[in-house]
């Protein structure tokens, strides 16, 4: 019991002399560090150096045997430019690499090349002898730009050893054998005197360029119009023309239509729009970026790729209210029409491929489902054929209902009264859907025209905004009504009269 005592005072004791004094108990904040690994496939041994922005510039040395090194930079003035001299494997070395803060810096070939791009092609070893007030500091601005400039020069080599989106100054490098490592041991990167550097991937003839011209990327950009307006939400990708496999970058057309993609490399570029459903007036352009932006000629697009066709009845040659579905192969999604009072359909919005294309309808009188000479058909959309034909035949014999509307007083044909025909049941019931409503407008002379109706009970109402309408007396007594009669075996005729709707309350006669 005296020693459990004897131990918690002691631990109290502890406690209240880490909680006096000025600095509380905190641990010392850690040094600022610049800290990375120097190598080119191998680890460079040598030396090290790091020197700062200042007016005077203030440089550190350390010497490594593993390619590895980290500076205590605490005081000093961002940003730092760094320089390992040494040899891998026997062979000299004089790498250079530059850092806005603290962090990682790496040394290695490729972060030679990209601060000698941010250098304009400047010699690095004269710049590090003697930066000057902003030499380090002009340098560092560049350096962002730098960066990808090179990488999308680089990106054929890059995108081959899977480093496209390396960071080589600033991300977690090991000399290891794999990644960028594994990049610099097969790809060797050489800056010469005159501000050019040669590269050679193994196994690939050597290729030489400017640093400072041979490097620098550019804009594409243009337009994608719809109908003659803008069209937004098109993606637009750059690729290689050579092959079409390296993508340089895309964009989405904006809310007026046009498009931009920096930082393209010179070359040659096919550039190609797309989006689901829709096709345009060539698939691609092919570009050649040199020494400028690129401007693309406007892409137009066309209606969206579509099936479209008729479902004739057994003695017509339209059939109404059938839903026809569109399926892509290797899809779930299901988009679907319905036949109009002529028996046509359309379908849109759909992207290239193979499609079934489904007929369907239910006989509502007689309480059975339509039968078609087929069951279903392929079709193939593509650019080559944005859209495709399916027609269909049903064993379901179609009517026309028919018929005027004309004003009461002077019998003078009224135009543009919209007609509605709802199919019922055979209990008289009003059915709702796509497949069992039709709809059509009188024409000049107050004719109209519904052609594709099956055997069953419907009813029809006529609408003219300030108008009301009667099925004229002709009908009268025989049980037929707008809103209740039967088609079966024979086309049917319904004449409407229409007057203002004032009349009903003693306004003046405008018929």
Do not use: W
Not at 377 to 382: E, G, L, M, Q, Y
């Amino acid at each position: 019991m005296k020693e459990r005592i004897v131990a918690i005072l002691l631990a109290t004791l502890l406690l209240l002399v880490s909680g006096c004094g000025g600095g509380g108990g905190a641990a010392p904040a850690p040094a600022d560090t610049v800290s990375g690994v120097a190598a080119v496939g191998l680890v460079v041994v040598g030396n090290v150096y790091l020197k700062d922005a200042a007016a005077t510039p203030k440089e550190l040395s350390k010497a490594t045997t593993d390619g590895t090194f980290s500076f205590d930079v605490t005081g000093m003035t961002q940003p730092f430019m760094l320089k390992v001299a040494g040899t891998a494997n026997g062979t000299p070395y004089t790498l250079y690499s530059l850092v806005g803060d603290k962090g990682t810096a790496n040394i290695n070939p490729m972060t030679s090349l990209v601060v000698a791009k941010a250098a304009a092609g400047a010699d690095l070893a004269g710049i590090y002898a003697a930066p000057g007030a902003s030499g380090i500091a002009g340098i560092a601005g560049n350096l962002g730009q730098a960066l990808l400039d090179v990488q999308a020069t680089l990106k054929p080599i890059l995108l081959k050893y899977g480093v496209a989106a390396v960071d080589p100054i600033k991300d977690t490098f090991k000399a290891d054998g794999t990644g960028l490592d594994h990049m610099l041991d097969l790809v060797q990167i050489e800056l010469g005197d005159s501000g050019t550097v040669t590269i050679t991937d193994s196994g690939s003839a050597p290729s030489t360029r400017d640093v400072a011209t041979g490097f620098t990327t550019y804009a594409v950009s243009g337009s994608v119009a719809f109908d003659g307006g803008p069209f937004a939400g098109v993606t637009v990708t750059v690729r290689d023309a050579a092959t079409g496999s390296v993508v340089y970058g895309s964009a989405q057309t904006r809310a007026d239509g046009s498009y931009s993609i920096d930082n393209v490399a010179q070359g040659s570029y096919t550039v190609t729009p797309a989006r689901a459903g829709y096709s345009f007036d060539r698939a691609n352009s092919t570009v050649i970026v040199a020494a400028a932006d690129c401007v693309v000629p406007v892409f137009q697009s066309s209606q969206p790729y579509s099936v479209s066709g008729t479902v004739a009845g057994a003695n017509n040659p339209g059939l109404a209210g059938v839903t026809v579905t569109a399926q892509r192969e290797g899809s779930s999604a299901v988009l679907r029409g319905v036949t109009d009072a002529n028996g046509r359909y359309s379908i849109s919005g759909l992207a290239s491929g193979n499609y079934t294309v489904t007929p369907s309808r239910t006989d509502v009188f007689n309480s059975r489902a339509v039968s078609f000479d087929a069951a279903s058909r392929t079709i193939t959309i593509s650019d080559a054929g944005n859209y495709a034909l399916a027609n269909f035949s049903a064993d379901l014999a179609s009517y026309t209902v028919s018929g005027n509307v004309a004003r009461l007083s002077t019998g003078a044909a009224m135009a543009g009264v919209a007609l509605t025909l709802v199919t019922k049941t055979n209990s008289g019931a009003l059915l709702t859907g796509s497949d069992a409503v039709f709809r059509t407008v009188t024409d000049a002379q107050g004719n109209y025209s519904l052609s594709g109706i099956p055997g069953g009970y419907y009813a029809l109402t006529p609408t003219l905004t300030g108008y009301g309408f009667a099925l004229l007396d002709a009908f009268a007594g025989n049980g037929t009504t707008a809103d209740n009669f039967s088609v079966s075996g024979a086309d049917t005729r319904l004449d409407f009269s229409g007057r203002p709707a004032s009349d009903a309350s003693g306004g003046v006669n405008g018929l």
